[in-house]
């Protein structure tokens, strides 16, 4: 226990925001090495990735997850440094601390545990981290995974140890994301004075029905593994910021989070078509930020739930929700994949936490899964 929270503070006290590594994964390394592990640095651009193999054969246990962290925001905010890592009332306290250095601890103590007890077992462990998770996301798990794949490396089974849970530890682990398509939407109208509305055309005025229907639109019903698609305007921006002033357009900023159940280029279509039924003049830039994603449900998944019931007695269930992650890489490569960490309740909030007693509970599923899958 007491190496599980020395190595969590260790970790937290790394400034690392995205894509800064900042030092974690050379504590990683250090750790892993010592044990047995063959750890090799994979830097793209500016971003540092480790890719930590124990032992050659198959089947292929990997556990993922990224370093970086987003920015705490103002620092006068948090109840204590957001890089000072800090034990309160039974929780762990600094950024970071759910979305992931706290599992990536407890991963790597349950590994270090696992080994220490069973040096020869039958298959392979591995660690896949990045500190591009929370940014981009262009050189991190998704350049790891292409090197992978050009040296013939199959990996069988992955635990992405994202904060999955919700309201208690083990409750639900995840196996799939919706995908997100983000769009920047200019509207079109002819800037003039406010005293004079016949000579200009107001496109904020003209574009409220339009985005009044998008936003009350039924895209879709989901489907059994997913929910529906949810559509959501985050930025609108006009004027030039005189209050005499008609703008000239409008830009509105909106992202889709769908399922499996529509395509991008049929989301993009229908967006297309009730923009048009306003007959408003407009231009679209879509990005598309990720593309959902199922995994295969097997003896991994099988061997989690198992493993969760056995320490917390949760009966944890499947869920596709939240935001995306970087399994979305690692399940098209056919290895079957599971979310599972602490609590997703503070991630990205300031004074950011993790219960010990949680991080405690997530270690020992972590180890009895590893004792459940390699030792036969």
């Given at each position: 226990?007491n190496?599980?929270?020395?190595?969590?503070?260790?970790?937290?006290?790394?400034?690392?925001?995205?894509p800064?590594?900042?030092?974690c994964?050379?504590?990683?390394?250090?750790r892993?090495?010592?044990?047995?592990?063959?750890?090799e640095s994979?830097?793209?651009?500016?971003?540092?990735?480790?890719?930590?193999?124990?032992?050659t054969?198959?089947p292929?246990?990997?556990?993922?997850?990224?370093?970086d962290?987003?920015p705490?925001?103002?620092?006068?905010?948090?109840?204590?440094?957001?890089?000072?890592?800090?034990?309160r009332?039974?929780?762990?306290?600094?950024?970071g601390?759910?979305?992931?250095?706290?599992?990536?601890?407890?991963?790597v103590?349950?590994?270090?545990?696992?080994?220490?007890?069973?040096?020869?077992?039958?298959?392979?462990?591995?660690f896949?981290?990045?500190?591009?998770?929370?940014?981009?996301?262009h050189?991190?798990?998704?350049?790891?995974?292409?090197?992978?794949?050009?040296?013939?490396?199959?990996?069988?089974?992955?635990?992405v140890?994202?904060p999955?849970?919700?309201?208690?530890?083990?409750?639900?682990?995840?196996?799939g994301?919706?995908?997100?398509l983000?769009?920047?939407?200019?509207?079109?109208?002819?800037?003039?004075?406010?005293?004079?509305?016949?000579?200009?055309?107001?496109?904020i005025?003209?574009?409220?029905?339009?985005?009044?229907?998008?936003?009350q639109?039924?895209?879709?019903?989901g489907?059994?593994?997913?929910?529906q698609?949810?559509?959501?305007?985050?930025?609108?921006?006009g004027?030039?910021?005189?209050?005499?002033v008609?703008?000239?357009?409008?830009?509105?900023?909106f992202?889709?989070?769908?399922s499996?159940?529509?395509?991008v280029?049929?989301?993009?279509?229908?967006?297309?078509?009730?923009l048009?039924?306003?007959?408003?003049?407009?231009?679209?830039?879509?990005?598309?930020?990720?593309l959902?994603?199922?995994?295969s449900?097997?003896?991994?998944?099988?061997?989690?739930?198992?493993?969760?019931?056995?320490?917390?007695?949760?009966?944890?269930?499947?869920?596709?929700?939240?935001?995306?992650?970087?399994?979305?890489?690692?399940?098209?490569?056919?290895?079957?994949?599971v979310?599972?960490?602490?609590?997703?309740?503070t991630?990205?909030?300031?004074?950011?936490?993790?219960?010990?007693?949680?991080?405690e509970?997530?270690?020992?599923i972590?180890?009895?899964?590893?004792?459940?899958?390699?030792?036969?």
């Amino acid at each position: 226990m007491n190496d599980l929270i020395t190595l969590a503070q260790d970790l937290l006290a790394c400034p690392s925001v995205t894509p800064d590594d900042a030092g974690c994964q050379d504590i990683l390394k250090e750790r892993l090495a010592r044990i047995g592990f063959h750890c090799e640095s994979l830097r793209f651009g500016d971003v540092d990735n480790l890719w930590a193999r124990y032992g050659t054969e198959a089947p292929l246990l990997v556990f993922a997850g990224h370093t970086d962290v987003v920015p705490p925001g103002p620092l006068e905010d948090w109840t204590s440094p957001p890089f000072a890592p800090e034990i309160r009332d039974g929780f762990l306290y600094g950024r970071g601390a759910a979305d992931m250095k706290g599992a990536i601890a407890a991963m790597v103590i349950a590994v270090e545990t696992f080994i220490q007890s069973t040096p020869h077992f039958s298959g392979s462990l591995a660690f896949l981290i990045t500190s591009d998770e929370e940014g981009p996301a262009h050189h991190g798990t998704q350049k790891v995974m292409e090197q992978l794949q050009q040296r013939g490396i199959q990996i069988d089974g992955c635990i992405v140890g994202e904060p999955s849970s919700e309201q208690v530890l083990g409750d639900q682990i995840r196996v799939g994301r919706r995908g997100s398509l983000h769009g920047k939407l200019t509207v079109h109208g002819k800037q003039g004075h406010v005293a004079h509305p016949h000579l200009a055309i107001n496109p904020i005025h003209q574009s409220v029905p339009a985005l009044t229907q998008l936003t009350q639109t039924v895209w879709d019903q989901g489907n059994e593994v997913f929910p529906q698609t949810t559509f959501q305007i985050t930025n609108l921006h006009g004027g030039t910021g005189a209050a005499n002033v008609i703008p000239g357009h409008l830009d509105v900023l909106f992202n889709l989070r769908f399922s499996t159940v529509l395509t991008v280029e049929a989301l993009k279509q229908r967006v297309q078509d009730i923009l048009d039924s306003h007959e408003l003049c407009y231009h679209i830039q879509w990005t598309i930020g990720a593309l959902p994603f199922l995994s295969s449900r097997g003896h991994l998944t099988d061997t989690v739930q198992a493993a969760i019931h056995t320490i917390t007695e949760q009966h944890a269930r499947l869920s596709t929700g939240g935001g995306t992650s970087d399994a979305r890489f690692i399940v098209p490569t056919g290895a079957e994949v599971v979310e599972l960490g602490v609590l997703h309740t503070t991630a990205h909030q300031v004074d950011e936490c993790v219960s010990i007693k949680d991080l405690e509970y997530l270690m020992n599923i972590y180890l009895k899964v590893l004792e459940r899958r390699l030792v036969y």
